[in-house]
C-alpha cells in the first residue's frame, strides 16, 4: 500500500522557469509533509515542510503547497537553476509516530 | 544540522555472507533510524534504534536479518545477515531533525550501496 504517491518519475524544465513537483497521499492522519532532494551518491537532504495545519510555506526560491481536500502536495521552484537537478522526494510523518513515509520520487532535470 | 559518517559507502558481497554498516553522528542524539532504498524504490524505514533499548522494527523486517545495535548516543550499526540478492539495496541511517530542519526535517547518511552476489 503505497501511501504517498509521486507519480512522474521525471521531469525536465528549462533554466529560469518554474519546476512544479506533484505528490499525492492517502492517509489523512499525516500531520507533516516535507520535501527532501537527492543527489547521486549521497543522502537525502531536507529542502522544506509544511504543517497539515497550514496551506503554504516558502523559504526562498522554494514553495511548497499543501491540498488537504485534494490530499495532494506541490513543490514549486522558482526560478529553476541547473543545480537543483536532482531527485526529489516527497514524505509524510504520520500523526504521533517519529517516522516518514516516502514517495518513490521525481527526477528533476534543468536544462540550461 | 548532524553530520552523520557511514561507512562503508559500498560494498559487493556474496549470497549467504552478512555485511555489517556503521553510522556515527557528530552530536548526542536519541533517536536513529535506518531505511532502505530498493531499485526504483521509495525509502523505507526499517528500524529505529534507541540508546539502551531494544530497536523497534516495522512491519515486514525481522531483528534475525537486520541486527542494530546501539552502543551510545552517537553511534548505531545495521547487520544485513544471510543475504541474497534481493537485500540490494541503498542502506541509510538518519537522525531525527534540528531547531533548523523542524522536528521532521531528518538528516541522512551518505548511504550504502550494498549488491548481492
Known amino acids: 500500500d503505497q501511501q504517498v504517491k509521486q507519480n512522474s518519475p521525471s521531469l525536465s524544465v528549462q533554466e529560469g522557469r518554474i519546476s512544479i513537483l506533484n505528490c499525492d497521499y492517502t492517509?489523512?492522519?499525516?500531520?507533516?509533509f516535507l520535501w527532501y532532494k537527492k543527489y547521486p551518491a549521497e543522502g537525502p537532504t531536507f529542502l522544506i515542510s509544511?504543517?497539515?495545519?497550514?496551506d503554504k510555506n516558502e523559504d526562498g526560491r522554494f514553495t511548497v503547497f499543501l491540498n488537504k481536500s485534494a490530499k495532494h502536495l506541490s513543490l514549486h521552484i522558482v526560478p529553476s537553476q541547473p543545480g537543483d537537478s536532482a531527485v526529489y522526494f516527497c514524505?509524510?510523518?504520520?500523526?504521533?509516530?517519529?517516522?516518514?513515509?516516502f514517495g518513490q520520487g521525481t527526477r528533476l532535470t534543468i536544462n540550461p | 544540522s548532524a553530520v552523520i559518517s557511514q561507512k562503508p559507502s559500498r560494498d559487493i558481497c556474496q549470497r549467504g555472507t552478512s555485511l555489517t554498516i556503521q553510522c556515527q553522528v557528530d552530536?548526542?542524539?536519541?533517536?536513529m533510524f535506518w531505511y532502505r532504498q530498493q531499485p526504483g524504490q521509495s525509502l523505507t524505514l526499517i528500524a529505529t534504534?534507541?540508546?539502551?533499548?531494544?530497536?523497534?522494527?516495522e512491519s515486514g523486517f525481522v531483528i534475525d536479518k537486520f541486527p542494530i545495535s546501539r552502543p551510545n548516543l552517537t553511534f548505531s550499526t545495521l547487520t544485513v545477515s544471510n543475504m541474497s540478492p534481493e537485500d540490494s539495496s541503498i542502506y541509510l541511517c538518519?537522525?531525527?531533525?534540528?531547531?533548523?530542519?523542524?522536528?521532521?526535517?531528518?538528516?541522512f547518511g551518505s548511504g550504502t550501496r550494498l549488491t548481492v552476489v
Open positions: 538518519s537522525v531525527a531533525g534540528t531547531e533548523t530542519n523542524g522536528p521532521y526535517g531528518y538528516t
Open positions: 492517509n489523512s492522519m499525516f500531520d507533516y
Open positions: 509544511i504543517s497539515s495545519i497550514k
Open positions: 514524505a509524510a510523518s504520520p500523526q504521533g509516530a517519529q517516522k516518514l513515509v
Open positions: 552530536s548526542q542524539v536519541t533517536m
Open positions: 534504534a534507541n540508546q539502551g533499548s531494544e530497536a523497534t522494527y
